[in-house]
Protein backbone atom coordinates (compact mmCIF):
# COMPACT_ATOMS: atom_id res chain seq x y z
CA UNK A 1 0.00 0.00 0.00
CA UNK A 2 1.73 3.71 -0.96
CA UNK A 3 1.08 6.54 0.77
CA UNK A 4 0.19 9.45 -1.44
CA UNK A 5 -0.41 13.11 0.81
CA UNK A 6 -1.65 15.77 -0.46
CA UNK A 7 -1.65 18.64 1.51
CA UNK A 8 -2.08 22.71 1.85
CA UNK A 9 -0.97 23.32 5.12
CA UNK A 10 2.48 21.68 5.99
CA UNK A 11 4.53 21.68 8.84
CA UNK A 12 7.56 24.29 9.26
CA UNK A 13 10.97 22.19 10.04
CA UNK A 14 13.53 24.48 11.49
CA UNK A 15 16.49 23.96 9.14
CA UNK A 16 20.06 23.52 10.45
CA UNK A 17 22.08 26.28 9.26
CA UNK A 18 26.04 25.08 9.66
CA UNK A 19 28.33 25.98 7.04
CA UNK A 20 29.03 22.71 5.05
CA UNK A 21 32.08 21.54 3.13
CA UNK A 22 29.97 19.54 0.97
CA UNK A 23 28.20 19.59 -2.62
CA UNK A 24 25.14 22.37 -2.02
CA UNK A 25 21.76 22.58 -3.30
CA UNK A 26 19.00 24.47 -3.78
CA UNK A 27 17.26 26.70 -1.36
CA UNK A 28 14.70 29.33 -0.38
CA UNK A 29 16.67 30.05 2.97
CA UNK A 30 19.93 31.74 3.51
CA UNK A 31 23.26 30.14 2.56
CA UNK A 32 23.15 29.00 6.54
CA UNK A 33 20.95 26.17 5.68
CA UNK A 34 21.90 22.74 6.33
CA UNK A 35 21.16 19.43 4.53
CA UNK A 36 19.28 17.34 6.78
CA UNK A 37 17.10 20.29 7.78
CA UNK A 38 17.03 19.75 11.27
CA UNK A 39 13.95 21.01 13.75
CA UNK A 40 10.30 20.16 14.82
CA UNK A 41 8.16 18.17 12.73
CA UNK A 42 4.94 16.74 15.24
CA UNK A 43 7.27 17.56 18.18
CA UNK A 44 9.99 15.01 16.92
CA UNK A 45 13.92 16.53 16.46
CA UNK A 46 14.51 16.49 12.23
CA UNK A 47 17.17 14.80 10.42
CA UNK A 48 20.65 16.59 10.44
CA UNK A 49 24.09 15.79 8.87
CA UNK A 50 25.68 18.90 10.72
CA UNK A 51 27.44 16.29 13.58
CA UNK A 52 29.00 12.68 12.43
CA UNK A 53 25.64 11.07 14.26
CA UNK A 54 23.28 13.27 11.84
CA UNK A 55 22.14 15.35 15.53
CA UNK A 56 21.09 18.60 15.25
CA UNK A 57 23.43 21.46 16.35
CA UNK A 58 21.02 23.90 18.05
CA UNK A 59 23.45 26.97 17.36
CA UNK A 60 23.15 25.94 13.56
CA UNK A 61 19.02 26.77 12.97
CA UNK A 62 17.97 28.82 10.88
CA UNK A 63 14.81 29.25 8.79
CA UNK A 64 12.22 27.21 8.83
CA UNK A 65 11.49 25.19 5.62
CA UNK A 66 8.19 23.09 5.06
CA UNK A 67 7.70 19.57 5.36
CA UNK A 68 5.32 17.41 5.92
CA UNK A 69 3.90 15.62 9.59
CA UNK A 70 4.49 11.49 9.55
CA UNK A 71 1.53 9.76 7.92
CA UNK A 72 -0.21 6.96 9.77
CA UNK A 73 1.69 4.86 12.12
CA UNK A 74 4.72 7.72 11.61
CA UNK A 75 5.61 6.83 7.71
CA UNK A 76 7.39 8.59 6.17
CA UNK A 77 4.86 11.06 4.33
CA UNK A 78 4.55 11.86 0.65
CA UNK A 79 4.13 15.06 -1.20
CA UNK A 80 3.10 14.80 -5.18
CA UNK A 81 1.95 18.43 -6.38
CA UNK A 82 0.45 21.25 -4.51
CA UNK A 83 -3.35 20.77 -3.63
CA UNK A 84 -5.59 22.93 -5.36
CA UNK A 85 -7.73 25.80 -3.17
CA UNK A 86 -10.67 25.07 -1.90
CA UNK A 87 -12.11 28.06 -3.19
CA UNK A 88 -10.80 30.65 -5.55
CA UNK A 89 -8.05 30.01 -8.88
CA UNK A 90 -4.84 28.68 -7.79
CA UNK A 91 -2.01 30.42 -8.36
CA UNK A 92 0.17 29.68 -11.41
CA UNK A 93 3.29 27.64 -9.54
CA UNK A 94 5.07 25.16 -10.84
CA UNK A 95 8.09 23.13 -9.72
CA UNK A 96 11.05 22.06 -12.37
CA UNK A 97 12.48 19.00 -10.46
CA UNK A 98 16.13 17.31 -11.59
CA UNK A 99 17.15 14.34 -10.49
CA UNK A 100 21.53 14.55 -10.67
CA UNK A 101 21.39 10.19 -10.63
CA UNK A 102 24.95 8.12 -10.33
CA UNK A 103 24.28 5.23 -8.93
CA UNK A 104 27.46 3.89 -6.08
CA UNK A 105 29.15 1.34 -8.90
CA UNK A 106 28.91 3.68 -11.45
CA UNK A 107 32.54 5.54 -11.13
CA UNK A 108 34.49 3.20 -13.51
CA UNK A 109 32.15 4.67 -15.82
CA UNK A 110 32.49 8.10 -15.42
CA UNK A 111 36.44 7.60 -15.02
CA UNK A 112 35.95 6.28 -18.54
CA UNK A 113 34.62 9.38 -19.48
CA UNK A 114 30.60 8.92 -19.13
CA UNK A 115 29.01 12.30 -18.06
CA UNK A 116 26.48 11.97 -15.39
CA UNK A 117 26.53 15.57 -14.56
CA UNK A 118 24.89 18.33 -17.22
CA UNK A 119 26.45 22.02 -16.59
CA UNK A 120 24.63 23.65 -19.52
CA UNK A 121 21.54 22.41 -18.33
CA UNK A 122 22.18 24.40 -14.90
CA UNK A 123 23.95 27.08 -16.62
CA UNK A 124 20.52 27.11 -18.91
CA UNK A 125 18.60 27.43 -15.20
CA UNK A 126 20.41 30.44 -14.22
CA UNK A 127 20.24 32.44 -17.42
CA UNK A 128 16.25 32.01 -17.74
CA UNK A 129 16.27 33.04 -14.06
CA UNK A 130 14.66 30.01 -13.18
CA UNK A 131 13.83 28.46 -9.29
CA UNK A 132 14.33 24.62 -9.46
CA UNK A 133 15.13 21.79 -6.68
CA UNK A 134 18.05 18.89 -7.44
CA UNK A 135 17.52 15.60 -6.50
CA UNK A 136 20.91 14.72 -5.79
CA UNK A 137 22.53 11.35 -4.80
CA UNK A 138 25.70 11.45 -2.76
CA UNK A 139 27.83 9.66 -5.26
CA UNK A 140 27.12 12.37 -7.53
CA UNK A 141 28.17 15.02 -5.36
CA UNK A 142 31.49 12.57 -4.77
CA UNK A 143 32.00 12.73 -8.24
CA UNK A 144 31.41 16.57 -9.20
CA UNK A 145 32.19 18.09 -5.85
CA UNK A 146 32.36 21.63 -7.75
CA UNK A 147 29.05 21.89 -9.30
CA UNK A 148 27.39 20.21 -6.25
CA UNK A 149 28.92 23.23 -4.27
CA UNK A 150 28.40 25.16 -6.98
CA UNK A 151 24.82 24.38 -7.11
CA UNK A 152 24.42 24.78 -3.31
CA UNK A 153 25.43 27.77 -2.39
CA UNK A 154 23.34 29.31 -5.03
CA UNK A 155 20.12 30.84 -4.06
CA UNK A 156 18.02 30.20 -7.10
CA UNK A 157 18.35 26.20 -6.19
CA UNK A 158 18.02 23.84 -3.06
CA UNK A 159 19.39 20.24 -3.47
CA UNK A 160 17.18 17.48 -1.59
CA UNK A 161 18.21 13.78 -1.61
CA UNK A 162 18.07 11.03 -4.19
CA UNK A 163 20.00 8.55 -1.92
CA UNK A 164 23.29 8.11 -1.76
CA UNK A 165 23.57 4.62 -4.05
CA UNK A 166 20.70 5.19 -5.93
CA UNK A 167 19.88 1.62 -4.99
CA UNK A 168 16.27 0.62 -5.17
CA UNK A 169 13.98 0.98 -2.46
CA UNK A 170 11.36 -1.60 -3.70
CA UNK A 171 11.89 -4.43 -5.81
CA UNK A 172 11.49 -4.44 -9.10
CA UNK A 173 12.71 -0.97 -10.15
CA UNK A 174 13.88 -0.71 -13.38
CA UNK A 175 16.64 -2.97 -12.80
CA UNK A 176 18.05 -1.64 -9.99
CA UNK A 177 20.25 -2.94 -7.48
CA UNK A 178 18.16 -3.12 -3.81
CA UNK A 179 18.88 -1.83 -0.64
CA UNK A 180 18.06 -4.00 1.97
CA UNK A 181 15.64 -2.87 4.42
CA UNK A 182 18.13 -2.28 7.71
CA UNK A 183 20.27 0.28 4.97
CA UNK A 184 17.80 2.29 3.78
CA UNK A 185 17.58 5.48 6.25
CA UNK A 186 21.59 5.17 7.08
CA UNK A 187 22.34 5.33 2.75
CA UNK A 188 19.75 8.51 3.11
CA UNK A 189 21.77 10.12 6.11
CA UNK A 190 25.19 8.85 4.05
CA UNK A 191 24.39 11.04 0.87
CA UNK A 192 23.49 14.47 3.21
CA UNK A 193 27.17 13.08 4.50
CA UNK A 194 28.39 13.99 1.07
CA UNK A 195 26.50 17.29 0.45
CA UNK A 196 28.11 18.49 3.16
CA UNK A 197 31.89 16.99 2.38
CA UNK A 198 31.23 18.79 -0.90
CA UNK A 199 30.07 22.21 0.51
CA UNK A 200 26.63 22.14 0.11
CA UNK A 201 24.66 24.46 2.15
CA UNK A 202 20.99 24.93 0.65
CA UNK A 203 20.01 21.73 1.59
CA UNK A 204 16.44 20.64 2.49
CA UNK A 205 15.36 17.45 4.26
CA UNK A 206 13.36 16.29 0.88
CA UNK A 207 14.01 12.65 -0.45
CA UNK A 208 13.18 11.42 -3.75
CA UNK A 209 12.81 7.12 -4.29
CA UNK A 210 15.31 6.34 -7.18
CA UNK A 211 12.80 4.69 -9.59
CA UNK A 212 10.08 6.59 -7.65
CA UNK A 213 9.60 3.33 -6.74
CA UNK A 214 8.81 2.90 -2.66
CA UNK A 215 6.29 0.92 -0.71
CA UNK A 216 4.69 0.87 2.71
CA UNK A 217 7.72 -1.16 3.83
CA UNK A 218 10.63 1.54 2.59
CA UNK A 219 7.82 4.14 3.74
CA UNK A 220 8.33 2.74 7.25
CA UNK A 221 12.44 1.99 7.37
CA UNK A 222 13.01 5.55 6.07
CA UNK A 223 11.40 7.04 9.21
CA UNK A 224 14.07 7.23 10.95
CA UNK A 225 15.57 9.77 8.33
CA UNK A 226 12.67 12.39 9.24
CA UNK A 227 12.43 13.04 5.42
CA UNK A 228 9.29 14.32 3.46
CA UNK A 229 9.30 11.89 -0.05
CA UNK A 230 8.85 13.63 -3.05
CA UNK A 231 7.42 12.02 -6.05
CA UNK A 232 5.36 14.07 -8.97
CA UNK A 233 2.58 14.69 -10.86
CA UNK A 234 4.08 15.06 -14.50
CA UNK A 235 6.47 12.61 -16.09
CA UNK A 236 9.08 15.10 -18.57
CA UNK A 237 10.19 11.16 -20.63
CA UNK A 238 13.36 12.90 -20.76
CA UNK A 239 15.43 9.63 -19.82
CA UNK A 240 16.96 8.21 -23.18
CA UNK A 241 15.16 11.12 -24.80
CA UNK A 242 16.51 11.56 -28.00
CA UNK A 243 13.88 14.66 -29.31
CA UNK A 244 13.60 18.01 -26.80
CA UNK A 245 10.53 18.84 -28.94
CA UNK A 246 8.82 15.56 -27.35
CA UNK A 247 9.87 16.13 -24.18
CA UNK A 248 8.65 19.67 -23.79
CA UNK A 249 5.35 19.11 -25.73
CA UNK A 250 4.92 16.38 -22.47
CA UNK A 251 5.62 18.58 -20.14
CA UNK A 252 3.58 21.74 -21.48
CA UNK A 253 0.34 19.07 -22.45
CA UNK A 254 0.83 17.64 -17.89
CA UNK A 255 1.48 21.15 -16.15
CA UNK A 256 -1.30 22.45 -14.33
CA UNK A 257 -1.70 24.99 -11.08
CA UNK A 258 0.73 23.43 -8.44
CA UNK A 259 2.24 20.71 -10.74
CA UNK A 260 5.98 18.78 -10.06
CA UNK A 261 7.60 18.08 -12.79
CA UNK A 262 9.98 15.41 -13.15
CA UNK A 263 13.35 15.72 -15.38
CA UNK A 264 17.03 14.92 -15.23
CA UNK A 265 20.16 16.67 -14.68
CA UNK A 266 22.59 13.46 -15.92
CA UNK A 267 24.19 14.40 -19.29
CA UNK A 268 24.42 10.27 -20.83
CA UNK A 269 20.79 9.47 -19.21
CA UNK A 270 19.04 12.92 -20.47
CA UNK A 271 21.18 14.21 -23.31
CA UNK A 272 18.32 16.88 -24.41
CA UNK A 273 17.04 18.14 -21.27
CA UNK A 274 18.62 20.97 -21.73
CA UNK A 275 17.31 22.05 -25.24
CA UNK A 276 13.24 21.18 -23.87
CA UNK A 277 14.28 23.21 -20.62
CA UNK A 278 14.88 26.31 -23.34
CA UNK A 279 11.42 25.85 -24.61
CA UNK A 280 9.09 24.98 -21.80
CA UNK A 281 10.12 28.25 -19.92
CA UNK A 282 8.94 30.59 -22.27
CA UNK A 283 5.89 28.85 -23.01
CA UNK A 284 4.78 28.10 -19.04
CA UNK A 285 5.88 31.65 -18.60
CA UNK A 286 3.46 32.95 -21.13
CA UNK A 287 0.73 31.06 -19.83
CA UNK A 288 1.30 33.29 -16.76
CA UNK A 289 3.30 30.42 -15.28
CA UNK A 290 5.85 31.12 -12.33
CA UNK A 291 8.37 28.54 -11.31
CA UNK A 292 9.09 28.00 -7.87
CA UNK A 293 11.30 25.17 -5.68
CA UNK A 294 9.83 22.39 -3.77
CA UNK A 295 9.81 24.07 -0.80
CA UNK A 296 7.90 26.90 -1.89
CA UNK A 297 5.08 24.71 -3.88
CA UNK A 298 5.07 22.57 -0.64
CA UNK A 299 3.88 25.74 1.38
CA UNK A 300 1.55 26.58 -0.57
Not at 14 to 27: F, H, W
Not at 65 to 85: H, I, N
Not at 253 to 263: C, D, E, Q, T, Y
Request: glycine share 8%; with cysteine; hydrophobic share 40%.
Amino acid sequence: MTLFVRVRRVVALSVLGAVLAGCGGETSGPPGNGPGAAGERSGAAGPSPTTASGSPSAAARTRPVPALPPGPDGLTPVFERASDPASGAPEKTVALTFDADMTADQGPRAARGERFDNPELIATLRRLKVDATVFMTGRWAEEYPDQARSIGTDQRFEIANHSYSHHAFKAPCYGLPVLPRQDMAADVRRAFDAFRAAGARNVVPYFRFPGGCYDRTALRALAPAEVTAVQWDVVSGDAFAEDPDAVAEQVLAGVRPGSLVVMHCTRSAAPVTEQAVRRIVPELRARGYRFVKVSELMAT
